[in-house]
């Protein structure tokens, strides 16, 4: 996985997974479901693209990538208990 330890990729996998549901939720509600199933490549380029810009602390090019009413969270541990931090575009 790229240099990636085996410990690190669960912590990845749920900010990921988190950060997906955060931007989907004001999307989900606004509009019908779509029977179109979306194209995994497409999906998986954004939330590359997402966590290039973290890595490269650009703020405006995650900005670009969020929808406006989107909100990120972010879990990390500091002083050995999980601290949530909620951000919005």
């Known amino acids: 996985m790229g240099g990636m330890t085996t410990k690190r990729f669960p912590t990845r996998l749920a900010r990921c997974v988190l950060m997906l549901a955060s931007l989907c939720r ?3 509600a606004q509009s019908p479901p779509s029977p179109a199933v979306p194209d995994r490549e497409a999906v998986l380029a954004t ?7 973290m890595s490269a ?3 405006a090019g995650a900005r670009r990538l969020l929808i406006p009413e989107g909100t990120f969270h972010s879990i ?3 002083d050995g208990k999980p601290l949530l931090r909620t951000f919005t575009s």
Do not use: E, L
């Open 26 to 28: 004001p999307a989900m």
């Open 47 to 53: 939330v590359q693209a997402f966590f290039d810009t």
């Open 57 to 59: 602390k650009d703020v």
């Open 76 to 78: 990390r541990k500091q």
